[in-house]
């Protein structure tokens, strides 16, 4: 088993709901990613048992340490579900406090929490004592931004009170919920949070390389960064960071080596997951990783035509042939 460690060289996988799924967060994890978290998880759907929960949860022992970040608004749902989360031996939570999808703020869920801080404040306080009930501890932490409205900073008095109710960690996302992904995150709250509360802070927000994530290391001095949209693009920016961070040069990002990462994402999926569902998604998703080589629109047709497994890793074996596109980005 991995440790729990919070350390600015070991770099998390954010949550990401479509993504961070088993076989994701198995793959980031082979390239060096520390801490990774799921999608995130409906309370009231695990309240009612939804069907769609199911897979949300799958999990193993080799996906340790990871984290289950839930979402849901009403403090009536958390208390058993949190029960029955850390009997099935969940140990690490997260709650989402910084989407800003319509759907989910509907439910008052996500970034709409941040209107409310009494009720957030209490959510998290129902975490932190029902996983305190796990046999070895268990672990909280809570992601939000810098507020709601545009300009309505509560992220500091908000981290402050999660702190005292026991919080182990808090993930800042610092931009507002209004801006969804507008305009630039402010690394510079991330500083100033981290200056505010004694608990480790995570800095989420355009860490699209790993350059970005020193970066923003360097100028914050922040606990550790969280790769998102970063990781989609190449789940090695774990690895790049790593090698960053000690002064070294990252893998070379030539066909063979995207050939390699492409295979192993349809191994672990094929492993873990292993139905039409999961085929047709990491069918989608693998020309992604090819981005910056030549051919990848006769890649992404002969992928389309794959049917079966088998076809699907002979089609993307042939990326160790493609050479770097140096004339454009396709
Ligand atoms: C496709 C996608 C799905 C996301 N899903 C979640 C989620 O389930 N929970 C969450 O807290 N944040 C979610 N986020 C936000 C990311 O975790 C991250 O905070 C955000 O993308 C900013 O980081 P970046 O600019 O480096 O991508 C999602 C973002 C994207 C792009």
């Avoid at 957030?120 to 046999?135: D, F, G, Q, T």
């Avoid at 923003?216 to 989609?232: H, K, N, Q, V």
């Avoid at 990848?296 to 035509?305: E, F, P, V």
């Amino acid at each position: 088993m991995s440790t729990f460690t919070i350390t600015q060289n070991s770099p998390w996988l954010a949550p990401l709901a479509g993504y961070s799924d088993l076989p994701f967060r198995l793959l980031t994890k082979q390239y060096g990613c520390g801490i990774r978290c799921s999608e995130m998880v409906s309370v009231k759907g695990l309240a009612f048992k939804s069907s769609g929960t199911r897979r949300l949860l799958a999990t193993c022992p080799e996906d340790d340490p990871m984290v289950l970040q839930l979402f849901g608004s009403e403090g009536r749902y958390f208390e058993p579900v949190m029960e029955k989360l850390v009997a099935m031996g969940y140990r690490n939570y997260d709650l989402n406090a910084g989407c800003p999808v319509r759907k989910v703020l509907k439910s008052g869920s996500g970034v709409k929490l941040m209107e409310d801080l009494d009720n957030l404040v209490n959510l998290a306080s129902i975490m932190v004592k029902k996983a305190a009930e796990h046999p070895d501890g268990g672990r909280v932490g809570i992601k939000f931004r810098l507020g709601f409205n545009k300009g309505e900073d509560v992220y500091i008095e908000l981290a402050q009170r999660l702190e005292d109710v026991g919080v182990d960690w808090v993930t800042l996302h610092p931009r507002y919920g209004k801006q969804m992904f507008a305009g630039a995150a402010d690394w510079g709250k991330l500083a100033k949070l981290k200056q505010a509360v004694n608990i480790p802070v995570i800095g989420s927000g355009d860490l699209f390389t790993a350059e970005d994530g020193h970066r923003c290391i360097e100028e914050t001095d922040i606990d550790a960064i969280m790769f998102a949209r970063g990781a989609l693009y190449d789940p090695s920016i774990f690895a790049r960071f790593i090698a960053l961070r000690k002064g070294e040069e990252g893998p070379a990002r030539d066909g063979a080596f995207l050939a390699q990462i492409v295979r192993e994402h349809i191994r672990l999926t094929r492993e873990y997951e292993g139905d039409g569902r999961s085929f047709r998604k990491i069918r989608s998703i693998i020309p992604r990783y090819a981005k910056g080589l030549k051919g990848i629109r006769a890649l992404r047709g002969s992928l389309l035509a794959c049917e079966d497994w088998e076809a699907l890793d002979e089609a993307a074996s042939v990326i160790a042939t493609l050479e770097k596109d140096s004339s454009q980005n396709e």
